[in-house]
């Protein structure tokens, strides 16, 4: 996990980005494939494999998507919790590690490291978040755990309210304001693509996702936010007192 402060992303291990429709197609498939006997191990001629098909299903959706939970994938998702050991076992085996937050219902996968320090073969793709985009998160994540300190069930955000944040970090020798705004408003989108604001693409506000904190590494952020300073000459606008955004949490381990 790294920040780079003179080109302006920040990466986040396995951020692939999943299609929007992933979601509805999954629903779908399980919609089209109902008449299979799910207990059933044998789903195609010569198959050799030795899961069911749920168990099956709930894999390739940890292996597409960025992450499942319980609200956006509630079968995969109960599925995983009743099958979760033989889930991690075939994670295993392609290198990867189940991380899951049972707190907020959120499971995802990433790279496993070698105890020798080597590296494994990946199926995974490292893709780099924007500066832009990494600072939505860094708001989405502060503004997620302020409103469920507050009691709140779910958490709304605005738009415009993203799109000054990022602004706020705007260097001070930054001249293309209409550029550094076009780049805002993408960085929103594609967040809602991602699965972490939820609501379509249009909308002027949006849910934030309970992933967004097991998915955003304290170690991360607490990087990203002291470059950012360093970089711009600025102080970050902070949205809360260290001792609450940095303290130790009791989460699945952090990923991502």
Known sequence: MSVDVDGPTSELPD?????????????????????????????????????EYAQRHALVALLKQRFISARTHPRDWRVLVENERVLRSRLNDLFLELAIDRGREVAWKRQ?????????????HDTAWSREE???????????RAGLAGGDARVFI?????????????????????????????????IVKSGLLIGSPTDERFEISEAVEPLLPLELLRELLEALQRANGTEAPPAAPDDELFHDEDQAEDAQ
């Open 15 to 51: 951020t692939e980005r999943p299609d929007p429709t992933d979601a509805e197609q999954a629903v779908q498939d399980l919609e089209d494939l109902d008449h299979l006997d799910e207990r059933s191990v044998s789903l195609f001629e010569g198959d050799e494999g030795g899961l």
């Open 112 to 124: 496993a490291s070698s105890e020798t320090g080597g590296r494994f073969p990946t199926l995974l």
């Open 134 to 144: 990494t600072l939505v998160l860094v708001h989405l994540r502060d503004r997620l």
């Open 158 to 190: 605005d738009r415009e309210d993203l799109v000054k944040y990022v602004a706020s970090f705007r260097p001070l020798h930054a001249t293309d304001e209409s550029g550094d705004e076009k780049r805002a408003r993408n960085a929103v989108l594609s």
